[in-house]
């Protein structure tokens, strides 16, 4: 079983930057692939972006690809986001997530954070 904790949301001005960190429990971080997810108020929680347990590969959303980056650091436990660009549309609450494998798919993540916010005014 693993544990997350996300941090780093805040508020920021559109066109400005966040990196939001996952710091995540136990020694088999490495054997789990991550994700981030957000969710908007009235909205579902979607997809964001994805990383292999290596980091070797990566998959994104496309509201987001070329914006924001994911990465990890198996010797930090961590898991990153980097957020460039921001738009008022990416205002949300974002997780992390631990699952088996890497995927775009909400329901094969086992593991969830409690989330940050995300605030971009315009």
């Known amino acids: 079983q693993v544990q997350l904790v996300e941090s780093g949301g805040g508020l920021v001005q559109a066109g400005g930057s966040l990196r939001l960190s996952c710091a995540a429990s136990?020694?088999?971080?490495?054997?789990?692939?991550m994700a981030w997810y957000r969710q908007a108020p009235g909205k579902e929680r979607e997809f964001v972006a994805a990383?292999?347990?290596?980091?070797?590969?990566?998959y994104y959303a496309d509201s987001v690809k070329g914006r924001f980056t994911i990465s990890r650091d198996n010797a930090k436990n961590t898991v990153y986001l980097q957020m460039n660009s921001l738009k008022p549309e990416d205002t949300a609450v974002y997780y992390c997530?631990?699952?088996?494998?890497?995927?775009?798919?909400?329901?094969?993540?086992?593991?969830w954070g409690q989330g940050t916010q995300v605030t971009v005014s315009s």
């Open positions: 997530a631990a699952g088996n494998t890497i995927a775009t798919i909400t329901r094969l993540y086992d593991y």
């Open positions: 136990g020694r088999t971080f490495g054997s789990y692939s």
């Open positions: 990383i292999s347990r290596s980091g070797g590969r990566t």
